[in-house]
């Protein structure tokens, strides 16, 4: 079973940054990808980026690039997501998982985006 535990999260002001960082099981087997969903207060879980966990090669949802970026440190099982220039609309808990859908993630991060 999959144990994933995210950290990182909290209050920033518009314009902000953050980083989030996830640590635990799923980064070694099979598994060769790793991803950031998250989930907005009234929404369904989003798909924001995700890595590829051998070459360290990311793809992104069109709403981030340029603002945030996916790192792991494969030795360390650790997942990062380097967030800046943050709006309100990314206000959301941000969980780590090991499907795209996010069905295999952790217990989340909130970040909130707030003046």
């Known amino acids: 079973q999959v144990q994933l535990v995210e950290s990182g999260g909290g209050l920033v002001q518009p314009g902000g940054s953050l980083r989030l960082s996830c640590t635990g099981t799923?980064?070694?087997?099979?598994?060769?990808?790793m991803y950031w969903v998250r989930q907005a207060p009234g929404k369904g879980l989003e798909w924001v980026s995700g890595?590829?966990?051998?070459?360290?090669?990311?793809i992104e949802a069109n709403f981030v690039k340029g603002r945030f970026s996916i790192s792991r440190d494969n030795a360390k099982n650790t997942l990062y997501l380097q967030m800046n220039s943050l709006i309100s609309e990314d206000t959301a808990v941000y969980y780590c998982?090991?499907?795209?859908?996010?069905?295999?993630r952790g217990k989340g991060t909130l970040v909130t985006v707030s003046s």
């Open positions: 998982a090991t499907d795209q859908e996010g069905t295999a």
């Open positions: 890595i590829h966990l051998p070459s360290g090669f990311p």
């Open positions: 799923g980064f070694t087997g099979s598994n060769q990808w």
